[in-house]
Nanobody, 115 residues
Framework: QVQLVESGGGLVQPGGSLRLSCAAS????????MEWYRQAPGKERELIAT???????YYADSVKGRFTISRDNAKNTVSLQMNSLKPEDTAVYYC?????????WGQGTQVTVSS
């Protein structure tokens, strides 16, 4: 089994920055693609960033140019650097990781962007 734990969420003002981290533990041989999703109240969960085992990245148009995803394979972690935050970025942020043929989700961390 694999466990994922997100950290780094909180309250930030518009235009501010925040860095999220997700650590994987458990029965891990190697991790494939790692992703960040977010879900705002009353809305569907959306994919916002992806990083492959070869360090290729993908970003949703809504965060492109403002967010940066990265990973540290030695530490089994994935991070999300969020800059120029907007109120519409307010959501619960979840990390997802592929290990073998299974996908694992974290519990989520709240990000609130408000004055």
């Amino acid at each position: 089994q694999v466990q994922l734990v997100e950290s780094g969420g909180g309250l930030v003002q518009p235009g501010g920055s925040l860095r999220l981290s997700c650590a994987a533990s458990g029965s891990i041989f190697s991790i494939g693609v790692m992703e960040w999703y977010r879900q705002a109240p009353g809305k569907e969960r959306e994919l916002i960033a992806t990083i492959t085992s070869g360090f290729s990245t993908y970003y949703a148009d809504s965060v492109k140019g403002r967010f940066t995803i990265s990973r540290d394979n030695a530490k089994n972690t994935v991070s999300l650097q969020m800059n120029s935050l907007k109120p519409e970025d307010t959501a619960v942020y979840y990390c997802k990781a592929a290990v073998k043929f299974a996908n694992y989700w974290g519990q989520g961390t709240q990000v609130t962007v408000s004055s």
